[in-house]
């Protein structure tokens, strides 16, 4: 008997996972293999171990995902799979109009700071 809540798409595609963890130095983007989908999580086939908890992105065509590693297991052929939760999921062009609020948010923020009075006097 199946005890999933949502049913789950099969699917092959690959895709460009990115990790997220604060600790890495630089980003670190892999392909994987997406094997199936739900309204909650997605599967993946993947040549390296993913920590779990670790947050992670997956960029599918023209879709962001951002998600949680809550399993990954080693398979009899030497790859991993590894199960996501996904908290959110953009289309590119909401990326867009986010980076553009957030550009505008910075470059009032900059403005702003430029007419805070600096005092030249240094103190001993």
Do not use: W
């Not at 920590?51 to 052929?77: A, H, M, T």
């Not at 289309?91 to 980076?99: A, I, N, P, V, W």
């Amino acid at each position: 008997m199946e005890r999933r809540k949502e049913p789950r798409i099969p699917l092959q595609q690959t895709v460009l996972l990115t990790s997220l963890r604060i600790e890495d130095q630089e980003e670190t983007s892999i392909e994987a293999v997406l094997l199936n989908a739900s309204g909650r999580g997605i599967s993946l086939e993947l040549a390296v171990p993913l920590e779990i908890d670790s947050p992670v992105r997956i960029d599918v065509g023209k879709q962001v995902i951002l998600g949680e590693v809550c399993y990954c297991n080693f398979l009899d052929s030497g790859r991993y799979i590894a199960g996501l939760i996904c908290s959110h999921r953009m289309e590119d062009k909401d990326l867009y109009q986010l980076y553009k609020v957030l550009m505008k948010d910075d470059a009032e923020s900059a403005r702003l700071l430029n007419q805070v009075p600096i005092s030249n006097s240094q103190s001993n």
